[in-house]
T-cell receptor
Framework: GAGVSQSPSNKVTEKGKDVELRCDPI?????LYWYRQSLGQGLEFLIYFQGNSAPDKSGLPSDRFSAERTGGSVSTLTIQRTQQEDSAVYLCASSLDGYSGDIYEQYFGPGTRLTVT | RKEVEQDPGPFNVPEGATVAFNCTYSNSASQSFFWYRQDCRKEPKLLMSVYSSGNEDGRFTAQLNRASQYISLLIRDSKLSDSATYLCVVNIGDTGGFKTIFGAGTRLFVKA
């Protein structure tokens, strides 16, 4: 079956522009996660959705970042007024469920490589 | 202090060697634990979950010590294909707030 897909795979944008990144999770997965990975660094957790709800948005780096999920499926991560330090690979993952006391594997998409010039 | 800390690496080992990675976590509310593997310029993939009783999958053994807040991964009979970055992962929280914390990773190079 289809895995997690993300688009675009690469995005080059000018500083100050807004960008929108898309994640299409595995069908039936209720939990969705966004991460950021800078070159040579570990993954930074940004936000988690259980269904359409994101109970904790404190991981988003600044108020220029926002995320939404509609219909319990596709999610978009929007970065407004991009800065050079936003350059990174943005990874999306999905799992059968999020917090439920159970252990569920997160399946990752291939990521969107964002370069802000 | 980082919430999840790993051995800095890199580990350079010959084929056939046994290698162990350690990971500590600081939040006692941590609930579930994993080891992921990430190849260069690829997305992370689950290697194995970590259970309190310890678990083994072929050449890989994972251990969890909740009292010491410590996780380990042992790889026996290393193969060239084991070369990758190994990520220690911790889930923290509940329905009011939940996050997944990845360690910075430990790089392993297995050489012929």
């Amino acid at each position: 079956g289809a895995g997690v897909s993300q688009s675009p795979s690469n995005k080059v944008t000018e500083k100050g522009k807004d960008v929108e990144l898309r994640c299409d999770p595995i069908s039936g997965h209720t939990a969705l996660y966004w991460y950021r990975q800078s070159l040579g660094q570990g993954l930074e957790f940004l936000i988690y959705f259980q269904g359409n709800s994101a109970p904790d948005k404190s991981g988003l780096p600044s108020d220029r970042f926002s995320a939404e999920r509609t219909g319990g499926s596709v999610s978009t991560l929007t970065i407004q007024r991009t800065q050079q330090e936003d350059s990174a690979v943005y990874l999306c993952a999905s799992s059968l469920d999020g917090y439920s006391g159970d252990i569920y594997e997160q399946y990752f998409g291939p990521g969107t490589r964002l370069t802000v010039t | 202090r980082k919430e999840v800390e790993q051995d800095p690496g890199p580990f350079n080992v010959p084929e056939g060697a046994t290698v162990a990675f350690n990971c500590t976590y600081s939040n006692s509310a941590s609930q579930s634990f994993f080891w992921y593997r990430q190849d260069c310029r690829k997305e992370p993939k689950l290697l194995m979950s970590v259970y309190s009783s310890g678990n083994e999958d072929g050449r890989f053994t994972a251990q969890l010590n909740r009292a010491s807040q410590y996780i380990s991964l042992l790889i026996r009979d290393s193969k060239l294909s084991d070369s990758a970055t190994y990520l220690c992962v911790v889930n923290i929280g509940d329905t009011g707030g939940f996050k997944t914390i990845f360690g910075a990773g430990t790089r392993l190079f297995v050489k012929a």
